[in-house]
């Protein structure tokens, strides 16, 4: 089954969050602390993805063409708009940012990353999960602890990531019949190094450093498909 990895990597999240929904009355100035450290570990992680690069243009292009995209479309704000319908259908808080904060942001995190792609790449084409049920177990326990400091919103975030997942499970079932291993091994690493970035912008964001629209990135990740055929035609 192609797509067990992915629902129990869902489980998880859905069990961590609403887990976490018990400690979300913790007093805001250790809410406060625990936030700076959740957002320098997303940075260290963010910065291990992004030095598995190869070539270093492909995720410059990457993400040039894919901030273009996402602004042109205007991809952020449709992002938070999202983010805050479900605020107002399932909540009866008046914080709708903060909803819309916690399903943007976790989204992110357990969408991005080498273990998603890897792992559903795996249960697809191998028919081996362990990689998504060790992200699982993972997702579930960051899942508890945003919760407690970002609320409800980041409950769900289970429904990009088992529709990205899912996606990437049931297309390799069929993708070695379009992509050479050795080219799709070399895409896995500049598409982690791309969303490497990304994580450390959440980071940046997360730590109130600098407001980086990271939603009008998120098209980075397709692009970088691109970008990297036609560097390796070059």
Not at 44 to 59: D, H, K, R, Y
Not at 69 to 82: A, C, D, Q, S, T
Not at 99 to 109: K, Y
Not at 145 to 161: A, D, E, H, M, R
């Amino acid at each position: 089954m192609a797509l067990f990895g992915t629902i129990v990597n869902g489980i998880c999240i859905i069990i961590g969050s609403l887990i976490g929904l018990f400690f979300t009355n913790i007093p805001e100035k250790y809410k406060e602390t625990v936030m700076q450290g959740i957002g320098l570990v997303v940075i260290l992680i963010g910065l291990q993805m992004a030095l598995s690069t190869e070539a270093i243009i492909v995720v410059l292009l990457s993400l040039l063409t894919g901030a273009i995209v996402g602004e042109f479309i205007h991809l952020e704000e449709g992002l938070n708009r999202l983010g805050n319908w479900i605020g107002r259908k399932f909540t009866a808080s008046t914080d709708d940012i903060s909803v819309a904060q916690g399903f943007i942001t976790a989204s992110l995190v357990f969408v991005i990353g080498a273990l998603s792609v890897i792992g559903a790449l795996d249960g697809g084409l191998r028919g081996d999960h362990e990689v998504l049920i060790t992200k699982g177990v993972i997702d579930g326990f960051v899942a508890l602890v945003l919760t407690t400091t970002l609320g409800f919103g980041v409950i769900f975030s289970v429904v990009p990531v088992v529709l990205y997942q899912g996606s990437i499970a049931l297309l390799a079932t069929q993708i070695n019949q379009w992509i050479p291993e050795e080219m799709l091994n070399g895409l896995i690493g500049e598409l982690t190094a791309v969303g490497g970035l990304m994580i450390v912008a959440i980071g940046f964001n997360l730590l109130k450093v600098i407001e980086i629209r990271v939603g009008n990135l998120l098209p980075s990740v397709l692009t970088v498909g691109i970008v990297y055929y036609i560097y390796l035609l070059f």
